[in-house]
């Protein structure tokens, strides 16, 4: 079981952070809420680097390639090059205990 975090600080303002299912993540800045993708995979991985991100008010311009500059087949999003960077040398969600009382 892992633990859900509820809400983070992000150059000291308090975010809620909500998971989904469906979607890849939504930072809404003005509502201080983060909804990222849910689950322990590469993709989920990436929604809360990106929106994460985002929060920190860093735009898309700056977290996505031209695709003049890629070649085919090669992803347009610096983020998921670093997520899958970070996936490849092990960088998982913590597993948690039942009983954490230790």
């Known amino acids: 079981m892992t633990r ?3 809400s ?3 150059n000291g ?10 979607i890849n993540g ?3 800045s003005v509502a201080s809420e983060l909804t990222i993708l849910r689950g322990n995979s590469i993709k989920a991985l ?5 929106e994460g991100l985002h929060a920190l008010e860093i735009p ?4 996505h390639k031209s695709a ?16 899958r960077f ?13 009983n954490p009382s230790k």
């Open 4 to 6: 859900k975090v509820k």
């Open 8 to 10: 983070h600080s992000f």
């Open 13 to 22: 303002k308090k975010y809620k952070i909500d998971y989904a299912t469906e």
């Open 26 to 28: 939504i930072c809404d």
């Open 46 to 50: 990436g929604s809360a680097l990106e």
């Open 60 to 63: 898309d311009k700056y977290l």
């Open 68 to 83: 003049k500059k890629t070649k085919v087949g090669q992803s347009l999003s610096k983020v998921d090059d670093l997520a």
């Open 86 to 98: 970070l996936w490849r040398i092990g960088w998982r969600k913590k597993k948690y205990a039942q």
